[in-house]
């Protein structure tokens, strides 16, 4: 099982339109191929400064690297491009890909 995990840097004043974005809009479009599934969205909790921003996790699992690789090949720039375009510089983030052992 492969775990594909982003973490996002949110900007405080777009936060709550980032989350209402990611559970109606993002994962819908990412798991309809069936590629990407199980979908998991959390807030990170810490240490924040007023101000800072907030951070997320969201995570989804593919039957293997393949089906990942397929899924980047064929369906991610029509979910990540409107995505960077709604939030621009406000949202910032970084991929981790695991497997489970």
């Avoid at 007023?50 to 029509?78: C, H, M, R, V």
């Avoid at 960077?84 to 510089?89: G, I, T």
Wanted: net charge negative.
């Amino acid at each position: 099982m492969i775990i594909y995990n982003t973490t996002f840097h949110v900007d405080e004043c777009i936060h709550h339109e980032f989350v209402e974005y990611i559970r109606h809009q993002f994962i819908p479009q990412v798991t309809k191929s069936g590629l990407l599934s199980s979908p998991r969205f959390s807030r990170i909790y810490g240490e924040r400064e007023e101000g800072d921003g907030f951070s997320y996790a969201l995570e989804f699992t593919a039957e293997s690297i393949e089906q990942l690789e397929q899924w980047n090949k064929t369906e991610s720039a029509a979910v990540t491009t409107p995505f960077l375009q709604k939030f621009k510089d406000k949202v910032m983030g970084f991929t981790t890909i695991m497997q489970t052992i």
